[in-house]
């Protein structure tokens, strides 16, 4: 069913998934607040409560931000701390906006935001230029698979809408992303305060002939890949169904490919072989089963098929693996080094995982690799895991679900280090 008015392009195509990311307090929040407005997707009462929470706060007029931060604490001291999802919708196209905190402290949320975007809105104050922690933050996206960058160049109005000042970021954004090995960089001058060049052409910037941000995102591609997981069929196997009448079936959600009735496959790590002999949701039978769709399965054969296997066509199946070189972006303040157990989550299966040795730090200024035995907070790095059952696996960039999991602390159970199977996929990374 189309949730916008007239005939929808295909799926796909016009759901955009986007991450406004970059450094604390260049704007993220209020440029989402900006767009929402500006778009008609906010209700009055949900304007007269962000007008209300802004006089408590003694704030003149209406802070925009506070369409996102909702939380107390957020309100309070003016940061965003969690991720904060929104969805707007235009005659053109229908939008996820996750608005990531910018502050070092939260760079775990910020990833988690980005994890599911097809793009990233890097917010960068125009008079600051690119911070570290705007780099650190367009680098975890680009390891994450994002490929197109919008930068919003934020506050122009306090910089008396200078097109040098602009073209200073305009650079800076296009040796980064070129560097990040993102193809595609718009970078568009804003004031999320004031709304100029956010939904409607701005006035103040007659030097400026491009797109303004909402039609930048208008026209964006969406990087499809990252939720249809690519061609290899995927099924990470999340609960065992047992019958009445006897038989059991398999539920989960294809991450990646089409599943069919009559498909040869196979069940790993274990390695049996079988076919499917139907495919199911709970609305009855399917003749084929897509990425992103929960489903049942039932095999032709009575096979020992538990919780974390994962079934996949048995002509092209993932890797099998015990030790695996992987990307982290370390969370924690407590060191990653060689030695460290914790445990690893993979699609469905936990297990325990020790670190065997930490080979480089990505430098996130430069982008090079430098060899290390240690990664410290908010670190990105290299690492080899080894893993008490075997998994699965592809590379991140073939399979998002698969290609991917997180490192668990096994006492206090909070999440360490999110992981990406391989060495990083930048432009041609120099190894220092
Ligand atoms: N003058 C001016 N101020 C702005 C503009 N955009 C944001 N600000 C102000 O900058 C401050 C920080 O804005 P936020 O939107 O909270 O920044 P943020 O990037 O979301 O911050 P974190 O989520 O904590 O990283 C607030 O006081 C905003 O009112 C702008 O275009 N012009
Ligand atoms: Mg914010």
């Known amino acids: 069913m189309s949730l916008i008015p007239g005939a929808p392009p295909a799926p796909g195509s016009w759901l955009l998934r986007l991450a406004a990311i970059g450094s604390v307090d ?19 009462d949900q304007i007269e409560a962000v007008a209300t929470a802004s006089r ?27 991720v904060a999802y929104r969805y707007a919708s235009t005659p053109t196209r229908k939008f996820v906006i996750a608005d990531c905190p910018g502050h070092v402290q939260y760079t775990r949320n910020m990833a988690t935001g980005a994890s599911t975007a097809d793009l990233a809105v890097v917010v960068v104050d125009v008079s600051a230029g690119l911070k570290e922690q705007t780099r650190r933050h367009a680098c975890i996206a680009a390891l994450l698979g994002v490929d197109h960058l919008v930068v919003a160049a934020n506050k122009m109005d306090l910089s008396d809408w ?32 004031l709304g100029d060049n956010v939904a409607e052409a701005s006035t103040h910037t007659p030097w400026y002939t491009g797109p303004t941000l909402l ?16 061609s290899r069929a995927r099924l990470p196997v999340q609960w065992v169904v047992r ?46 089963a897509p990425a992103s769709l929960s489903v049942t399965v039932r095999l032709d054969d009575d096979l020992d098929v538990s919780r974390g296997d994962l079934i996949a066509p048995a002509t092209d199946p993932p890797e099998v693996v015990r030790d695996v070189e992987a990307t982290l972006c370390w969370f924690t303040d407590a060191p990653c080094e060689a030695g460290g157990r914790f445990r690893l989550k993979h699609t469905t299966r936990l297990t325990p995982a020790q ?25 990105i790095g290299v690492v080899h895991l080894a893993v008490g059952t ?21 006492h206090s159970h ?18 220092g």
């Open 215 to 230: 039609a930048a995102l208008e026209e964006a591609p969406t990087g499809a890949w990252a939720h249809d997981g690519g």
């Open 414 to 431: 909070a999440t360490v280090a999110a992981g990406m199977v391989g060495a990083p996929v930048l432009a041609a990374l120099p190894r």
């Open 26 to 44: 260049d704007g993220k929040s209020t440029l989402i607040g900006r767009l929402l407005h500006d778009t008609k997707q906010l209700f009055d």
């Open 355 to 379: 670190i065997v040795s930490v080979d480089s730090r990505l430098d996130v200024t430069s982008l090079e690799l430098q060899p290390t035995s240690h990664l410290g907070p908010n670190d």
């Open 243 to 288: 019958h009445p009448g006897g038989g059991r079936s398999y539920a989960g959600m294809v991450s990646g490919g089409t599943f069919r009735p009559g498909d040869e496959i196979v069940v790993l790590p274990g390695g049996q072989r079988s076919r499917l002999t139907s495919v199911e949701t709970f609305d009855g039978p399917l003749d084929e």
């Open 56 to 82: 408590h706060l003694g704030i003149d007029g209406v802070d925009l931000a506070l369409v996102t931060d909702g939380l107390r604490v957020e309100r309070e001291q003016g940061v965003t701390i969690d």
């Open 162 to 193: 200078d097109e040098a000042a602009y073209q200073a970021v305009v650079e800076e954004a296009h040796d980064l992303a070129r560097r990040l090995g993102m193809d595609r960089v718009t970078v568009v001058p804003v004031s999320a305060l």
């Open 390 to 410: 075997p998994l699965a696996v592809d590379p991140y960039r073939a399979n998002r679900a698969t290609g991917s999991f997180v490192v668990i602390d096994e």
